[in-house]
C-alpha cells in the first residue's frame, strides 16, 4: 500500500487549504485511514482520522468544527479540508493507513501558517 499527500502550502492565518491523500489499495476489513501532523520541535500527533467499515469519524479537540475529513471512493483519496487555519497549525502533516497487523504512512506534506 502506498499514500501519496499534498496539498501543502503557506497561508495566512484565517485561510482553507485542503489536503489530499491518494491511496493506492483501499483494502478490506477494519482499518483507518488518517492525518497526523509534526511541528516543529514537537513530536507527531494525531489529527482526524475515518475508521473503516462505516466511515465513522474522529478529530483531535484542537481542529474540531474547523478541520474535515472526507473519502472520494472513486479515487481511494482521502481529504483533509481545513478552514480558519492558525498558526499553531503549522506543521508537516503525513497520512496514514493502519489496522491491526499493518502501518503504512506516505510522505509528509508541509503547511504554513503565517499571522
Known amino acids: 500500500v502506498q499514500l501519496q499527500a499534498s496539498g501543502g502550502g503557506p497561508v495566512q492565518a484565517g485561510d482553507c487549504l485542503r489536503l489530499s491523500c491518494a491511496v493506492s489499495e483501499w483494502g478490506s476489513g477494519r482499518f483507518a485511514v488518517g492525518w497526523f501532523r509534526q511541528a516543529p520541535g514537537k513530536e507527531r500527533e494525531f489529527v482526524a482520522a475515518m475508521m473503516w467499515p462505516g466511515g465513522s469519524t474522529y478529530y483531535t479537540d484542537s481542529v474540531k468544527g474547523r478541520f474535515t475529513i472526507s473519502r472520494e471512493a472513486t479515487r481511494n483519496t482521502v481529504y483533509l479540508q481545513m478552514n480558519n487555519l492558525k498558526p499553531e497549525d503549522t506543521a508537516v502533516f503525513y497520512c496514514?493507513?493502519?489496522?491491526?497487523?499493518?502501518?503504512?504512512w506516505g510522505q509528509g506534506t508541509l503547511v504554513t501558517v503565517s499571522s
Open positions: 496514514r493507513r493502519w489496522q491491526r497487523g499493518t502501518n503504512y
